[in-house]
């Protein structure tokens, strides 16, 4: 049986926590010995009035299990005041579940810019203002950890909930972004899609569903991604009654068409399966890999062809085992974090070409191109390359071997032998 998880000396937000879910984190954080500042604005489950009560009772629940918790009652959109209160009562910051939410469902011929406008305050502006206000403590002491909490609704589209579907995905893109500005500093942020029984949910589930679908179903994942033994960061999970499970984006191969001339509706519709095709499909993990393809179009455009030429048949040889290395790449993610290091391709003769090989900690792709950040360059033919592609000749023996050129750091090269394996 593994540790039990505890969190002596860590100091968490949860806003909304005067009930549903924020309630139910708020209750397993504190059983586990952190010290939560209960944030609740009380108001109506449409976002009007406020309201003590909410916050105070989960507070003395805490207090009468033994403990630690201060009630704020400020609106998320004042979200200093709660970074503010928990630093008054607590002296720190670790960890933020943003999580105080409303509902203004309406379909959309019939929203009102208000129903648009609250939804916008409480979700995005309120984890905005909360986060942002806590984010210089957190990077101070090089420690924290943020949940953004998104929704199904966000993902998929739900009728009635354009406003706050909309909130809810920007919430992902909200946290993916500060997951990559906040690694380095051991900032972790990921983000939930729950599905729970709570006040929000019962007017649109039936009250034995409702029952069912506790909210304390998810926090254990909320704290555990809270705990600082997890290293996750940047991931979405979508989660309720006891099934967790990780979300991610897919990509098909799609179609190249040529990329020094615009191409016409037709040539779309002529390769539209293609195009729709999840046969092998990408994984993409980051902004750079989701570049990939296009650099890689790019390059062709540059490539000795007739330009009337359909650019999928115009493939030099290195282009493809280039293709073929940023597939293996895709399918280990874990490269970029042992490698986290840019690498330079040379590939001599008619059949060769400049590629980059991205395997840096936020990287995890092989395209043609330069980059000058690269600290290691390979100059090599593509007989030579194919050979250590299929495990023919390793790289330390094409470099003895005089096979291999190394310009810059020679060392770095070694660590692509699981490339080349
Ligand atoms: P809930 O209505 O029980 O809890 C939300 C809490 O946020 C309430 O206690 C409310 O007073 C508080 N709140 C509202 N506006 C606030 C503001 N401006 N400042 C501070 N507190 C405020 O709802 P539930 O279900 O627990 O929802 C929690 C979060 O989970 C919400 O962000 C919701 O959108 C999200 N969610 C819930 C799902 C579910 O199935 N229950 C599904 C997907 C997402």
Redesign the pocket.
Known sequence: MSETMRFDDRVAIV??????????HALLLASRGAKVLV???????H?QGA?AQ?ADQVVAEIHAAGGEAAASY????DGHK?VQAALDHFGRIDIVI??????RDVSFHKMKEIDWELIY???LY?SFKVTHAAWPYLREQQYGRVIM?????GIYGNFGQAN?GSA?LALLGFANTLAIEGEKRNIHVNS??????????ESV?PADLVEA?K?DHVSPLVAYLCHESCSTTGELFEL?AGWVSRLRWQRTKGAMFPANQPGTPEQIAAKWDQINDFTDADIPTSNHAAFGPIMDNLGRADAPNDDAADADEVMSLSREMFQQIHARIQEHPEWTKQVNELYQFHITGEQGGSYVVNLKDDGGSAYPGEDEMARCKMTLSHENLMAMLSGEITPQMAFMEGKLKIEGNVILAAKLAPLFA
């Open positions: 806003t909304g926590a005067g009930g549903g879910l924020g309630r139910a944030n609740d604005l009380g108001g109506s489950q976002g309201d909410p400020d609106s998320v959109e709660i943003n999580n105080a939410g409303i509902l305050r409480v979700h309120g909490t998104s929704s199904s609704s706050y809810k939930i899609a729950p599905i729970a029984g709570s006040r929000m949910t589930l679908l909210p309720g």
